[in-house]
């Protein structure tokens, strides 16, 4: 799948730096038939949630495309202390930075989908 990464490049280099993953999948044809094409994919940091005070919440970003899916992630984390592994081992705390070019990014080049490579 090839992606335009101009606009979530902060989030893809934070996922780097910090050694994350970020996963981004499609919802079933009756999920999205039922609450909508906004939902068909989400994204997220596999096994992160965002703390919240004493509790723990699992984020994601939702969108008719998987940039706005991105977009839609990197704003519900933004400034918030993501928590990796809460109850593992390998727990980390990392805090994520504000990005305030959100509303920018979201103007930016429309997202093109191929499905002979991975991203």
Same mark, same amino acid.
């Given at each position: 799948?090839?992606? $335009? @990464? *101009?606009? +979530?490049? %902060?989030?893809?280099?934070?996922? #780097?730096?910090? $050694?994350?993953?970020?996963?981004? $999948?499609? @919802?079933?044809?009756?999920?999205?038939?039922?609450?909508?094409?906004?939902? @068909?994919?989400? %994204?997220?940091? =596999?096994?992160? =949630?965002? /703390?919240?005070?004493?509790?723990?919440?699992?984020?994601?970003?939702?969108? %008719?495309?998987?940039? =706005?899916?991105?977009?839609? +992630?990197? /704003? #519900?984390?933004?400034? *918030?202390?993501?928590?990796?592994? %809460?109850?593992?081992?390998?727990? *980390? =705390?990392? *805090?994520?930075?504000?990005?305030?070019?959100?509303?920018?990014?979201?103007?930016?080049?429309?997202?093109?989908?191929?499905?002979?490579?991975?991203?």
């Amino acid at each position: 799948m090839k992606i $335009n @990464r *101009q606009s +979530y490049s %902060a989030l893809l280099d934070f996922e #780097k730096e910090n $050694n994350l993953s970020l996963i981004v $999948n499609e @919802r079933s044809f009756n999920y999205v038939k039922e609450l909508g094409e906004d939902c @068909r994919f989400y %994204a997220e940091f =596999e096994h992160a =949630e965002v /703390k919240d005070g004493a509790i723990l919440i699992g984020r994601f970003g939702d969108g %008719a495309t998987v940039e =706005e899916a991105l977009l839609d +992630y990197m /704003k #519900k984390i933004s400034g *918030q202390l993501l928590i990796v592994d %809460a109850y593992g081992p390998a727990r *980390q =705390e990392i *805090q994520v930075p504000e990005w305030s070019d959100l509303n920018r990014a979201r103007n930016t080049e429309r997202l093109w989908v191929s499905t002979d490579t991975a991203f």
